[in-house]
């Protein structure tokens, strides 16, 4: 017996169908990254904390000016 033929002769039918099973493999593709937040929430945030920014200040302010009212 040759080295590297097969034990077995492959027999292909005449007629019928012929039928091939294919195993499904699992296909490896590039990861999509995702931003941890939106550009979008990123502006809320930033709108947020200067308005909060805004109100501190008024509020240092007015607590100024009523202490200057009672001296």
Not at 2 to 31: H, I, N, W, Y
Not at 39 to 64: D, F, G, N
């Given at each position: 017996?040759p080295e590297?033929?097969a034990l077995?002769?492959e027999v292909?039918?005449?007629?019928g169908?012929?039928s091939?099973?294919?195993?499904?493999?699992?296909?490896l593709?590039k990861?999509?990254?995702?931003?941890?937040?939106?550009v979008?929430?990123?502006?809320?945030e930033k709108?947020?904390?200067?308005a909060q920014?805004?109100?501190?200040?008024?509020?240092?302010?007015q607590?100024e000016q009523?202490?200057?009212?009672?001296?």
């Amino acid at each position: 017996m040759p080295e590297g033929r097969a034990l077995f002769r492959e027999v292909l039918p005449k007629q019928g169908q012929l039928s091939v099973e294919d195993v499904a493999t699992m296909v490896l593709c590039k990861p999509k990254l995702l931003p941890l937040k939106s550009v979008t929430l990123e502006k809320l945030e930033k709108m947020q904390r200067a308005a909060q920014e805004t109100i501190r200040q008024q509020e240092v302010s007015q607590r100024e000016q009523q202490q200057q009212s009672q001296q």
